[in-house]
């Protein structure tokens, strides 16, 4: 990892070799009153005790190494709770925030570490359900400024205030320290963050475009509306702002949706790229240097609308080179499979539909329900109540149940899936179902396998050495976003809902898991927004995964470019 490369970098400079390990860090917190009954935010501290070999009787947050079978640090997070307090998520602990990973490390006990920490919001029936193992002897509740003042620094675990400070928002006042200052949101701005990453990590209708856009919109809302600078700000006042406002947008691309987060991570980036060279420029004043960002950012959020756009017009010209090999092409059906309702297909295929003359080629789509929610069945319906009667003349739309998948693909000359997240390799992260039905083309072997996406939601490579979990788990998007059984079983009939709900031995789990990977070896191409073409392949925008590994890479140097001076990473140091 590059948290070990750096802190062996250190280690080897003083002669000393530090052994290494990746940790997770919880603070458990809650709403309360101080001593003097002030309502306030109150986190627990844990005092470990004298049998664990580092930092005896000192307060910690609950902690421990993730270890080689734990599929993510989220998921080594969840362990170490329950081993240590017992506390279950969701039961009794709902994870607040997940904060951006640091290394530390402690050459006088010779040991280096890289850190995630997370911070987890208390069930108010569930405190007296804490009951500490035989590494901690008590815990005390203290307020986020007691730990971030460094007032209380003698008695803690080294760098906790670190920790706290990625992991702490309240509705009142966002507090961020760095290794050379403290500086504080104003309410309104803390607010509005709040708001924000509430927003995205609850949002289950829309998909990464619209989220990305979202997250887009309110780094520009706190770079341009909530009052950040005074009237007329000095270069250190611009100096503190762009730190607030890269602090505060890692807060935003680490606790969205992890299924979207490539997205949203992609459009925070690209804004915040924008406003270097802006404040730099020593021509111009404070004033005007606002002003510019302010267009700029609403330049840039504006042309995104675009994308869609382009990504039809090379879908387009990709179906027309795939009729063009059809016998008879103007009398032979094109027949897609697909599933769910991606925004993307839709634009793409009324483009398609209506760009074409009356006389070209038809179109069989069959599209694939896609329980719970029936996405598939409401794409359906948008297109057909979208077209012209000339143009839906053209297009014969089957709905079938996600069972038909084989019998569906057996004749399809294309499957198109949309995308909300493809990694560094092309694997492609999309609507469960969609492994099913590649699954089946592949088993048939007479038709593609496209992908269509923007090429925002390419994440950034993981780590090359993982400290515990599988490549896709150290992902952010590998992690199984399993939305609960609300959804499922409200299909199903009332007396087998209710005998199915009750407690006891009877009880069934029911899962609802959204998103699911397809291998990128059974995707045929990926169409994108852009002109470059593959090669042998019709139209623009088509990539395969040479272009998809040389855009996650491009990802991850912005992304380095961005935040490197505010959290001193090396590659490889975010998930």
């Known amino acids: 990892m590059a948290g070990e490369r750096s802190n062996q970098a250190a280690s080897q400079s003083s002669g000393q070799d530090l052994r290494h390990r990746a940790v997770v860090s919880n603070f458990i917190v809650k709403e309360g ?45 969840i362990r170490e709770l329950q081993e240590e307090t017992q506390l279950c998520v969701p039961e009794d602990l709902t994870l607040c925030l997940r904060g951006h990973p640091f290394s530390i490390s402690d050459p006088s006990i010779g040991r280096s570490w890289t850190v995630y920490p997370f911070s987890w919001t208390l069930n108010p029936s569930s405190e007296s359900k804490i009951k500490t193992d ?19 620094e003698n008695d803690c675990v080294p760098r906790l205030a670190e920790s706290v400070q990625r992991t702490y928002v309240s509705s009142r006042s966002l507090i961020l320290s760095s290794p050379s200052s403290t500086v504080h949101l104003t309410a309104e701005a803390a607010k509005h963050l709040q708001n924000a990453i509430n927003d995205l990590k609850t949002d289950h209708t829309n998909g990464a475009r619209v989220l990305a856009t979202k997250a887009g919109s309110s780094i520009q809302t706190l770079a341009c509306d909530l009052n950040l600078l005074p009237p007329t700000p000095s270069a250190t006042d611009l100096k503190r702002w762009w730190r607030l406002l890269c602090m505060s947008a890692d807060l935003l691309i ?15 980036l690209n804004l915040l790229d924008l ?39 090379n879908f387009s010209s990709y179906l027309t080179a795939l009729q063009s090999s059809l016998p008879n092409p103007s009398k032979t059906p094109l027949h897609i499979l697909t599933l769910s309702s991606s925004s993307t297909l839709h634009s793409c295929l009324l483009h398609h539909l209506t760009s074409q003359p009356p006389n070209s080629s038809p179109i069989h789509l069959s599209i694939l329900e896609s329980r719970p929610n029936f996405e598939g069945a409401s794409l359906a319906h948008s297109l ?47 609507k469960t179902g969609s ?141």
């Not at 960002?293 to 756009?309: D, E, G």
């Not at 996650?552 to 001076?565: D, P, T, Y």
């Open 134 to 152: 035989w590494e901690h002897t008590s815990f005390e509740w203290v307020t986020p400024s007691t730990i971030l003042s460094g007032s209380n």
């Open 435 to 575: 492994l099913a039905a590649a699954a089946c083309m592949r088993a048939h072997g007479k038709g593609k396998v496209v992908v269509l996406s923007e090429s925002e939601k390419i994440a950034k490579a993981p780590p090359s050495s993982t400290a515990g979990g599988d490549e896709e788990g150290e992902e952010r998007g590998g992690e199984e976003e399993d939305n609960g059984p609300e959804d499922v079983v409200k299909a199903y009939p009332a007396e087998t809902r209710d005998f199915l709900s009750k407690p006891g031995e009877q009880a069934v789990k029911v899962k609802n898991v959204y998103f699911e990977w397809v291998p990128a070896e059974w995707v045929d191409a990926y169409i994108t927004e852009h002109a470059s073409s593959r090669d042998g392949e019709g139209g623009g925008g088509v990539w395969g995964r040479k272009q998809i590994e040389e855009r996650s890479r491009w990802v991850g140097e912005l992304e380095k470019k961005i935040f490197a001076e505010l959290w001193d990473i090396d590659d490889g140091m975010r998930t």
């Open 275 to 313: 406003i270097p060279p802006v404040l730099s420029n020593p021509s111009t004043s404070p004033e005007s240097k606002l002003a510019h960002i302010r267009s700029s950012l609403t330049s840039h959020l504006s042309t995104r609308a675009q994308t869609s756009t382009k990504i039809a017009q």
């Open 384 to 430: 057909l109540s979208s077209l012209s009667p000339q143009s839906s003349s053209r297009l014969k739309i089957t709905v079938a149940p996600d069972s038909h998948a084989s019998l569906l693909s057996s004749t399809a000359h294309l499957l198109v899936l949309g995308a909300d997240r493809i990694d560094a390799h092309g694997r492609v992260s999309n």
């Open 254 to 268: 680490e606790n969205g949706r992890p299924s979207m987060n490539s997205a949203i991570t992609t459009c925070v």
């Open 33 to 77: 009153n101080t001593s003097d009954n002030e309502h306030q935010t109150l986190i627990a501290l844990f005092r470990r005790s004298d049998k664990v070999r580092t930092y005896q009787n000192k307060l910690a947050p609950i902690s421990g190494s993730i270890e080689p079978n734990d599929k993510s640090p989220l998921a080594a997070a």
